[in-house]
């Protein structure tokens, strides 16, 4: 560019600037125009030593500097907004890459939004940052799932169990997990109790929760003989009622449970908090205490009686409504409990149960309806999908993966994994 | 009977005359110069935790100056406070009832979502909508009548990538709440981090009704980035900070939290120690001052964001209307950016009472308020923000970085 040039191109700037109305145009007018930086190999190591060159559009240097020894540089000033290349020199640096040159063309804008003053980064090299391999990131995601898995089963089994015995669909189960929740924040947030006593306490007092529900409404609503589908609707109503109490209550934010932390534990790949593997513990012994007391235990074995055939188990001695109230009095309980340890897992809400509820309805139905076992798997099979899809999928769409799985299922085996063919029709 | 009809009839034309001209003295009428402004404010008193309880303390402060300096066209301003709660329903009916009062100024809404779905109905009925909290960039420019003194989220990515690059890192991922909001500054965020030059490795939004978030963590640390960015409010980010500081071993230098995400947790203390993020607002002298005053209206406040642009939300407006000589909407929407700085070589003035002097004798001003220098762009978003960088202490409480 020759020096006539340059005047030109400066006469021509300076008519522009005198155009320009005044007045908001002007509003963004800075001080100060100008680039800094940093400058820095892959590894993350500072490049230091290297000559950094600003150059307007018109290719004249505007400033040069000399990077530090943290590979930083200091506001190299210009004139104003524009395009400019940064060219940097490296045959001075310090570094196994000295020698090279590289060039960046960057935009100075005159925006709201933007800052007058830019803050570069350059590396000198490709990043040799290694991301997760497919093998760890997939770990990582079946062992969170299995989490998730086991906390839906907890709460989907008192769901079957419910359904076994009152042949209705509590909508209203959610509420009971959250319960658990809130009454977790309660005691061990608020009471500053330790984590497993809050859990504790909690548990029974969701197994309370649960007693109260069915001796204050579903007994009595049985007793008259209301009809299926209207209990159905009742229970939504419930939902909705409880859900609001618990919202003036507790207000809209999500809160964690618990300022305790056990610490991280690290196996291979998997990196997960260590309450995570406590709740996986109390949900396996919980899940297989389940089981012994469904195949062996008398009140146990009844509740199946009652499931298979409500009328027969009656007529055979079976005391129907304390078998019924026994197992909503266990349904809360467990609610309650997966509530506690949904809440560790993530954070206490209104909703949190509510959320939780169309998985569990995934886990309940996959598995075949009201059989405790089927629950188990099929809450497992949702969890570990909805968690194990992400890897292809966008996060934000994890539940449209677990659900996609359930249609299938049901395609193919329309009575669930463990339900019984001769249900149907 | 068709006289008891008719009479009735004659009742209701009379009652209804009566009601229109009651309404017609409210100021809505732009040949009455004079009359006294009204000021409606739609803020949520209770919900959002009680966050925007502070912003109606502020709209109280802020009209207490402006009657304490003689009020707006020789009247005092009037002012009527409606409760937005957090649904936009309920909102809608609350602007309902500011309009049939003649309000000729509408303060809020504090959610910028709210704010887009009630702007068209505030602006139909003439009157000037003025946020002091809302930060989405996709109301730029959404109505003539509509002005915010809260700065966009662009401006603060900006400061958010400013900050990542002074920190070292060159690479960096994104987690954003899956709502106009979070989207909105994911895409600031993103154009601030590509002008910079630091590398986006991963970007995962989440929706605020998932059971959790471990699917979004699990793929930000599996892409191993040098800093994270957390785009969601507070009441989202608890388990997502835990995760991330307590398991996966980010730390105050390369974790970074956006204006929402500053907030009160119920998580370990020590989790949030050191944590950075910018929120717009006065320098801490001020911010002091102006915290007393709130707290004389309102003893239980807590958390003061949005109340300083919320307060200048209302002076710049009442200054508007006197510049203006009218408590006409749109004049006052007019005289704005006027009184703001655009004007050359106004006069820069700090309170209420020091403005209106200077406009008494004809002079052009600049109000500079509580929330730094304050100037509209043509798009009628706010400009000259100041930023202060808030940092958490070991007690899980956040103050301006010294």
């Known amino acids: 560019m020759t020096p006539g040039k340059t005047r030109l191109t400066a006469v021509l700037a300076l008519a522009c600037a005198l155009l320009v109305p005044a007045g908001p145009a002007l509003a963004f007018q800075a001080d100060e125009w100008g680039f800094r930086g940093l400058l820095r190999d892959g590894a993350k190591q500072p490049v230091s030593g290297a000559v950094v060159e600003v150059r307007d559009d018109g290719d004249d240097v505007v400033g040069t500097d000399t990077t530090d020894a943290k590979g930083r540089w200091e506001v190299i000033p210009v004139d104003g907004p524009g395009t400019y290349t940064i060219s940097i020199d490296t045959s001075d640096a310090t570094g196994h890459f000295a020698g090279d040159t590289f060039e960046v063309d960057k935009e100075l804008v005159e925006s709201p939004s933007t800052l007058p003053v830019l803050n570069v980064v350059i590396s000198t090299t490709e990043s040799t940052q290694q991301v997760a391999s497919f093998g760890d990131r997939f770990a990582q995601r079946a062992v969170s799932g299995f989490n998730l898995g086991l906390l839906i089963a907890i709460a989907a089994i008192g769901l079957s169990l419910v359904f076994g015995t009152s042949r209705f669909t509590n909508f209203a189960h959610g509420e009971n997990v959250t319960f658990g929740g809130l009454m977790g924040f309660v005691l061990a947030y608020l009471a500053g109790l330790p984590l497993l006593v809050a859990a504790g306490i909690a548990t029974v007092l969701g197994a309370a929760f649960g007693y109260a529900q069915d001796v204050t409404l579903w007994r009595p609503l049985r007793r008259r003989g209301v009809s299926l589908v209207t209990l159905m ?124 509820l169309l998985l569990m309805f995934a886990g309940v139905i996959l598995g075949g309806l009201g059989t405790a076992f089927g629950t188990l798997a099929g809450s497992i099979v949702v969890g570990v999908c909805t968690e194990i899809l992400v890897l292809w999928i966008p996060a934000d769409m994890k539940y449209v993966g677990g659900l996609a799985v359930l249609v299938a299922v049901l395609l193919v085996r329309p009575q669930g994994i463990f339900g019984r063919r001769e249900r149907i029709g | 009977m068709a006289a008891i009809s008719r009479a009735l009839i004659t009742g209701v034309c009379v009652i209804s005359l009566a009601a229109c001209s009651s309404s017609g003295d409210g100021g809505e009428e732009p040949a009455a110069t004079g009359g006294p402004l009204r000021i409606g404010a739609i803020l949520p008193h209770t919900a959002y935790a009680g966050a925007g309880e502070a912003l109606v303390s502020a709209v109280d402060v802020a009209i207490d100056d402006i009657n304490a300096a ?333």
């Open chain 1, 233 to 356: 609707i009742a229970s939504i109503g419930i939902s909705l009622a409880i859900r609001s109490l618990y919202q003036f209550f507790f207000g809209n934010a999500a809160r964690g449970m618990t300022a305790e932390s056990w610490g991280t534990v690290t196996l291979g790949p998997v990196v997960l908090p260590a309450t995570s593997y406590a709740s996986m513990g109390i949900s396996v012994v919980v899940l297989v205490a389940i089981g012994i007391w469904l195949k062996y235990g008398r009140i146990g074995k009844a509740t199946r009686a009652i499931s298979n055939n409500s009328a027969l188990a009656a007529t055979s001695g079976v005391d129907v409504d304390r078998v019924t109230r026994i197992v909503w009095t266990l349904s809360g309980a467990l609610a309650a409990l997966s509530g506690v340890l949904l809440g560790v897992f993530n954070q206490v809400s209104f909703d949190m149960g509510f959320n939780l």
């Open chain 2, 70 to 402: 003689g009020g707006v066209l020789g009247a005092k301003a009037e002012l009527k406070q409606a409760d937005s709660t957090d649904n936009n329903d309920t909102a809608s009916q609350a602007v309902d009832s500011l309009v049939t009062w003649g309000a000729d100024v509408v303060i809020g809404a504090y959610g910028s979502g709210m704010s887009g779905a009630i702007v068209g109905k505030i602006t139909e009925s003439g009157a000037l909508q003025v946020s002091g909290s809302n930060t989405s960039s996709s109301l730029t420019g959404i109505n003539p009548l509509y002005f915010r003194t809260a700065p966009t989220d662009a401006l603060e990515a900006a400061k958010l990538a400013d900050l990542v690059v002074q920190d070292g890192h060159a690479t960096a991922a994104i987690i954003a709440q899956n709502d106009a909001w979070g989207q909105a500054f994911q895409e600031s965020m993103v154009s601030s981090f590509e002008a910079a030059g630091v590398e986006i490795v991963a970007q995962q939004q989440f929706n605020t009704t998932d059971t959790d978030y471990s699917a979004q963590i699990d793929a930000v640390v599996a892409a191993k980035p040098e800093s994270v960015v957390l785009l969601s409010y507070a009441s989202y980010s608890g388990s997502m900070i835990e995760s991330l500081v307590g398991t996966h071993g980010f730390t105050a230098k390369n974790l970074y939290l956006s204006n929402s995400t500053l907030g009160k947790y119920t998580i370990k203390p020590s989790l949030l120690t050191g944590l950075r993020g910018f929120l717009a607002g006065p320098d801490p002298a001020v911010e002091a001052e102006f915290e007393k005053k709130l707290l004389a209206k309102n003893a239980n406040l807590k958390s003061f964001a949005y109340a300083a642009s919320t307060y200048d939300a209302v002076v710049v407006s009442a200054l508007a209307a006197t510049a203006a000589k009218s408590a006409d909407g749109k004049a006052i929407g007019a005289k704005m950016s006027a009184v703001s700085g655009a004007t050359e070589g106004a006069t820069k003035c700090k309170t209420y009472q020091e403005c209106a002097d200077l406009l008494k004798q004809d002079k052009a001003i600049d109000y500079d308020g509580l929330s730094g220098g304050l100037k509209f762009a043509t798009n009628n978003d706010v400009t000259e923000t100041e930023y202060q960088l808030y940092v958490y202490d070991s007690a899980g409480t956040y103050a301006v970085a010294k």
